[in-house]
């Protein structure tokens, strides 16, 4: 009695896995990739290059890092860049990706609500799905955290005009508050109720102290890679929703490019820059 073959089983290429992952990106929305059980790894990205490579990795949504950007272009961090200049940059971006974009948008560049809406309402004409907006500022190149109702009115200028997903950034660890958890629970509410989709609070990294925000925040919460971050599958557990790295992956190739410059310079040996 003749036997059927067993059907082959199909085997899918790591690209075509790829272009899959990134159509399922595409159809879900940026706010329901912070819903799910896995926290979303965000890649900060700084120009259209590192938003292609970032995407060709697989990752499911970018998220640009104005520190990395600014100093790509000569100017410090701290809202030193003009809009439009930045703008331009975001619009590379989101021209080659594939997958949702948030913009790192500081402190809005303005301390006019109308101004800032303004602004993020033409991020949205270009194809960007979220803003990071925060409630500290650089004065004279230090981090000062502003006073909440300031970050309340942009939010709500901003939604009045857009659908942006809004991630409130406090800076209360960044700026070593005495009471940092209370007064990040306490900001975060009032950004929940002023129309925030998710709250980012930098340095928050003691398990006790993230289990005590998720357990008062229903927002889906951000933190921020430091050597003292609980791992990812802590972070998972935790309830975390969402993780970035900011300029750090920038940082580190700079100064890898500054240590090749000054061997070059001193050796005049081509294996340097040749990689071998």
């Known amino acids: 009695m003749a036997t059927k073959d067993k059907p ?20 879900i929305s940026f706010s329901e990739l912070h819903q799910h059980k896995d926290p979303l790894l965000i890649a ?23 520190h990395a950007i600014a100093f790509s272009l000569g100017y410090k961090d ?10 331009f940059v975001i619009e590379r971006i989101v021209a080659v990706s594939k997958i949702p974009v948030s913009v ?19 991020l949205q004409k270009l194809g960007v799905k979220g803003i990071n ?26 939604k009045e005009v857009t659908k942006l997903f809004i991630n409130a950034r406090t800076d209360t660890y ?17 950004y929940e109720k002023a ?37 990812y599958q802590a972070l998972k557990e935790l309830g975390v929703k969402r993780i970035s790295h900011g300029a750090k992956q920038y940082d580190l190739l700079m100064k890898k490019s500054e240590k090749i410059f000054n061997q070059f310079i001193e050796t005049k040996d081509y294996s340097i820059v040749l990689g071998k």
Do not use: C
Not at 16 to 25: F, N, Q
Not at 51 to 60: E, I, T, V
Not at 104 to 115: C, I, L, R
């Open 44 to 66: 900060n990205v700084w120009d259209a290059h590192s938003a292609q490579l970032a995407q060709a990795a697989g990752f499911k949504a970018l998220g640009t890092s104005s």
């Open 195 to 231: 129309g925030a989709d998710g709250i980012f609070v930098p340095l928050l990294e003691e398990p006790l102290e993230i289990a005590a925000f998720v357990d008062e925040i229903k927002l889906p919460l951000n933190v921020f890679t430091t050597p003292n971050l609980p791992s």
């Open 174 to 190: 960044t700026t070593k508050h005495e009471n940092a958890l209370e007064e990040s629970i306490r900001r975060a509410r009032l």
């Open 78 to 87: 701290g809202e030193q860049i003009p809009v439009k200049e930045l703008l």
């Open 133 to 158: 907006l925060e409630d500290g500022k650089v004065v004279n190149g230090k981090r000062k955290l502003e006073k909440e109702k300031l970050l309340i009115k942009k939010i709500k200028a901003i």
């Open 104 to 122: 790192d948008f500081e402190a809005g560049y303005s301390d006019d609500p109308a101004v800032v809406a303004k602004h993020a309402l033409k």
């Open 8 to 27: 082959k089983k199909k085997v899918t290429s790591k690209k075509a896995t790829k272009k899959k992952d990134e159509k399922k990106s595409k159809k």
